[in-house]
């Protein structure tokens, strides 16, 4: 019988390599799991893979990337983070929101977390402080809800005579609840109504859409909400249809024509989790590196969806605004 070189791999496996042979060296992988799909989030995990390139680390090159996509089924998350730990991945970033990192923080209590959160982890009870996070958990939070009043400041620039506003929204959604009370105290302020609209599927969302015109909605307002990400481009494309002015939290839905947007940068969060993942790959431990707080906000424009739906925007929004799309 011919002697062999035994080699042990992650999980106490062992297998035999023949007399000579040198095994090759092992590529680290990172799991991502993610509530959406993967063509909504490209734009944001082109964000996360430059993080990670910036630390020296290339997917297919000296690490793997591998992602779990629920494609906005939440039912799917924990067996999709189940899947990552038992592959053992060296790490997992929680993309989407809360559900996601539940589901990953539920699957493993040892493999480094990152995750990407509106809202304070703190209170969540993620982690132990901003500064030590202790456990095996980090990542990056940032404001969004809290911003609501803003974009109905925003939406009411551009549709002064606006008196009745929809808000639609996901009422699986952590923060929907704190949203309504805000606007809804706001409204009655200006005088105005707000129309709660609640959706948690593409047909609910399809039929809220509908009864906009019977409801005789001015303006309709997109609150944070990882699900309604997923379904990007039919939230354009109805607004469109239904010529109802909108305004969304993150850029990307006015570089796909929708009308405006207010709100954190979504990409800066992915790009510091991709920094975060090849820190820890280099051997940093999450308990060490702090929550990191993205304060940067920006307001987006598209001109021509204002144009089409005959709205003439204030020199003031023109000014204030950090990108115009023409």
Known sequence: MRRRDFITLLGGTTIALPLGASAAPMKLTIGVLSLNSS???APYIAWFVRGLNETGFTDGQNVIVDYRWAEGDYDRLAPLAS?????HVA??????????????????????IIFSLAGDPVKMGVVSSLNRPGGNVTGVTFTSAPLGAKRLELIRELVPNARRIALLVNPNSAGALDEERQLEAIAN????????????SVNEIE?????LPQQQADV????PDALMTNWRGKLVELAAHYAIPTVFVEREFVADGGLISYGTRLRDSYHQAGIYAGRILAGAKPADLPVVQASKFELVLNLKTAKTLGLKVPQTLLVAADEIIE
């Open 189 to 200: 302020a200006a005088a105005a109504q707000l129309l709660i609209i609640n959706a948690s």
């Open 220 to 223: 309709l307002l997109m609150p």
């Open 207 to 211: 039929a809220a859409f509908a009864r």
């Open 91 to 112: 790490v997992i970033f929680a993309s989407g929101g809360t559900p996601p990192l539940r589901a990953a923080m539920a699957a493993t209590s040892t493999i480094p």
């Open 39 to 41: 063509p909504a989030m």
């Open 83 to 87: 899947e990552l730990a038992a592959n």
